[in-house]
């Protein structure tokens, strides 16, 4: 029997935390006025951001070489650039690296909620992991509790086993430490932007060393330029440690996160460059004002999100190091929103155009269970020096989707599409559960080995492998549609109507095996050149757990897994007394086994698809003042055997810019000030093509310019304001499938913020 499902509160944002921000800076003046007091020096010591943008190792003991001497791309993005930037998320943190970002917004009339990555043309975020164990979900990761954010580019399957062909992304959390600090930020800006964060470490008077550490983040927030949009978010990240001062330590963490939005549907593509249109009155017609809202204020995006990790670490020599990682992980997403793909027949009034809207909801699961072990050893065979991280992984994950009657969501009333109104409402909206869901689980057991031989100062040659055993099930139902001559339609899937039939499970197993190997070679003790092959693969429902029986689809439990080969050359150059790293690097990956025919001659894995380019990068100190992030990629794409999967008709690939660029300064003059500013370039972006009439079959290039400038009023204390898209330049950040939406960019905006430290 159907059940009745409703929101557990009305929709009502929040209001906590303007009376925290006003409460908070309420306080400041009195803090401040302590401060100058016991401040008798007439000198003001700054510290604003002390430590380098430049990070020299990644967290992860699978890597057991410094970054100059690892064999492929990993690009580090430290908080502290972050934190000039202003950036909350990792999609804002992300722009740090060339070539990556969010730039679908959906499968047609589908949004994408989350963080939905692309990076080298094909979508990573079924490869983000939190501390080395993969995090799945539609979740909109913050900030607040990052130490760092590693990008590793090119098949990281040996790493870390199925996953993107063509990278991944670690995020690496803060934990306990036995130096005593505390800071917190306040953050005001433009589109109600309103932002508290805080940062406590506290050693522990115990035994060996222990400290505790929490961080908080109230973020109630909407998008500068997108009317209606709201993003309302809450966490708590709190870690304890033990024995920090012995060979065995305990960490223990706890993350929680609510999310309650008011999501980002976007706005229709009319208009823009590259539009076309069969009719003349829409081939004709303007943009439409990005900040227009084609939703309801009843819309939302009901986020939870619990992580708990305990990792313990064992030195049994200066040598020999034992790891082990315990993480249980549920994200749950509950969302409602509006969505549109068709307009309304036209008239030769622009006014009297109307857009048809559709009732999108979203009610999913997801649950990890991981263990890990890490053994690293460093010892020498016959003049060989040997760096060995040998591990098992054994995790399961699971996926649930809950369907709902569609005749339960109640009906929209046709938008304007240049003067929408965000205040109608759905009229009959009572969501009903009708059986009609999905469930997906994997289960993995893995075994790698990796080796770094040191033949000489001068060369050095490493390997991996990794021997993943999976297996996939799903189960699944069909909703009817209609009868077939009786109330159906030409999209009758021939069951009827309202009848929800379970389909027969559908399973799946196998065992994957991806390696690498590289050689180095060091002209100096501060350079390094190497070149390296590496392997991934991706089964049928390695990405959601969804499995079918459908001869077109990628996840037919039949088909073979997706392949990656990946080869690199590169260079990497400590400069400036260590204080600077360069790198540039050439690759090409080529994809096989894609799913290519028709349903005339059959579907068959004989698609293959390429990508090669360069891609340069710089970050570090130029001086003790001067400090850069910048990089810059060309990419060349394309599908080598199969259908055209770009709507402009060439055989590239979909949501990869042919050129990016991204750079970041700042500068400390003398008084305490700080001033720096970023510029980004992404190019245009081929759109995926799926036959949709009326869209665009690309988007723009664009050029973003930021600024920031920083005062250090007393040593504890600085005002920090950033300034986004200083052109005020209108572009597309997102464009979902069908061509129908597009994500404006964020206007000129500005944030104002108060950083405290002690």
């Known amino acids: 029997m159907a059940h009745i499902k409703s929101r557990k509160h009305a929709v009502v944002r929040r209001s906590g935390c303007s009376a925290a921000v006003a409460m908070a800076f309420i306080a400041l003046p009195g803090v401040v006025s302590a401060q100058e007091k016991a401040d008798v020096l007439p000198e003001i010591e700054v510290h604003g951001v002390t430590e380098s943008y430049k990070a020299d190792t990644v967290s992860s003991p699978k890597f057991t070489q410094p970054l100059l001497n690892t064999t492929q791309t990993i690009t580090v993005i430290k908080k502290e650039i972050v934190q000039q930037q202003g950036g909350t998320t990792l999609t804002e943190a992300l722009r740090n690296t060339p070539g990556v970002g969010t730039f679908s917004l959906g499968e047609n009339g589908n949004t994408a909620t989350g963080d939905a990555i ?162 003349a009155f829409l081939n004709s017609g303007v943009k439409v004002n990005p900040k227009n809202f084609y939703g309801t204020t009843g819309d939302y995006e009901e986020v939870t999100a619990d992580m708990v990790t305990a990792r313990i670490e064992h030195d049994f020599s200066q040598n020999v190091k034992l790891q082990n990682t315990t993480r249980f992980g549920r994200t749950k997403q509950d969302y409602l929103l509006t969505g549109f793909m068709t307009l309304a027949a036209p008239t030769a009034n622009p006014a009297s155009w109307n857009l048809a809207r559709s009732s999108q909801i979203v009610d999913q699961k997801n649950e990890i269970i991981a263990n890990q072990t890490n053994l690293t050893a460093k010892f020498d065979t016959g003049g060989i020096k040997h760096s060995v991280v040998t591990g098992l992984e054994l995790s399961h994950e699971k996926q649930w989707n809950i369907g709902y009657d569609p005749n339960s969501l109640g009906t929209l009333a046709n938008s304007s599409l240049y003067f929408p109104n965000p205040a109608i409402q759905r009229v009959g909206f009572n969501p009903v559960t009708n059986g009609n869901n999905a469930v997906g689980s994997t289960n993995t057991a893995s075994l790698y080995l990796f080796d770094t031989l040191e033949l000489s100062p001068k060369w050095q040659i490493n390997g991996g492998v990794r021997v993943d055993r999976y297996d996939t099930d799903y189960q699944n139902a069909t909703l009817g549609n209609g009868v077939l001559g009786v109330d159906c339609t030409a999209r009758c899937n021939g069951i009827t109507k309202g009848l929800v039939v379970q389909n027969a499970p559908l399973s799946t197993s196998g065992t994957l095996v991806n390696w690498k190997l590289g050689a180095l070679y060091k002209p100096t003790e501060d350079s390094s050149l190497y070149a390296s092959y590496a392997t991934s693969k991706q089964p049928p429902g390695g990405a959601n757990f969804a499995l079918s029986a459908a001869s077109n689809s990628a996840a037919n439990v039949n088909y073979d897994p997706q392949g990656t080969k990946t080869a690199e050359i590169g260079g990497k150059w400590d400069a400036l007394d260590k204080r600077l790293a360069l790198t540039a690097a050439v690759y090409r990956t080529e994809i096989t086994n894609e799913v290519e025919g028709n349903a005339t001659d059959g579907y068959f894995q004989t698609g293959k698809k390429r990508v090669q380019g360069i891609e340069l990068g710089v970050v570090g100190d130029i001086t003790s003042a001067w400090a850069v992030s910048a990089g810059y990629t060309v990419m060349n794409t394309k599908v080598t055997s199969g259908a055209v999967v770009a709507a402009d008709g060439t055989r590239g690939l979909s949501y990869t810019p042919k050129q990016a660029f991204t750079a970041w300064t700042t500068y400390k003059l003398p008084g305490g000030f700080t001033i720096g500013g970023g510029a980004r370039f992404v190019d245009s972006l081929r759109k995926p093509s799926d036959g949709a009439v009326g869209t665009p079959t690309h988007t723009e290039s664009y050029w973003v310019y930021d600024a920031m400038a920083t005062y250090a009023v007393t040593k504890n204390f600085d005002l920090q304001l950033n300034l986004y898209n200083l052109t005020d330049k209108e572009y597309v950040a997102s464009i979902n499938k069908s061509g129908y939406r597009y994500t404006p960019g964020i206007e000129r905006s500005a944030r104002l913020t108060a950083n405290i430290r002690f």
């Open 118 to 279: 692309y990076m080298r043309g094909f979508d990573t975020s079924s490869s983000i992991f939190v501390d080395g164990v993969r995090d799945l979900g539609a979740v909109s990761r913050d900030m607040f509790n990052i130490e760092q954010i590693e990008v590793t580019k090119g098949p990281a399957g040996a790493d870390t086993g199925r996953g993107s062909p063509t990278g991944s992304i670690n995020l690496s959390t803060k934990q306990p430490t036995m130096k005593e600090a505390y800071s917190a930020s306040i953050g005001l800006g433009s589109g109600n932007f309103q932002r508290v964060t805080a940062d406590l470490n506290k050693p522990l008077n115990l035994e060996g060393g222990a400290a505790f550490r929490v961080n908080l983040l109230k973020d109630d927030s909407g998008i500068a330029g997108r009317d209606v949009v709201k993003s309302d978010r809450q966490g708590i990240a709190a870690a304890l440690a033990f024995g920090l001062n012995t060979n065995t330590r305990t960490y223990l963490n706890y993350l929680h996160i609510d999310q309650d939005n008011i999501p980002n549907g976007g706005v229709p593509t009319i208009g823009l460059p590259g539009y076309s249109n069969t009719n």
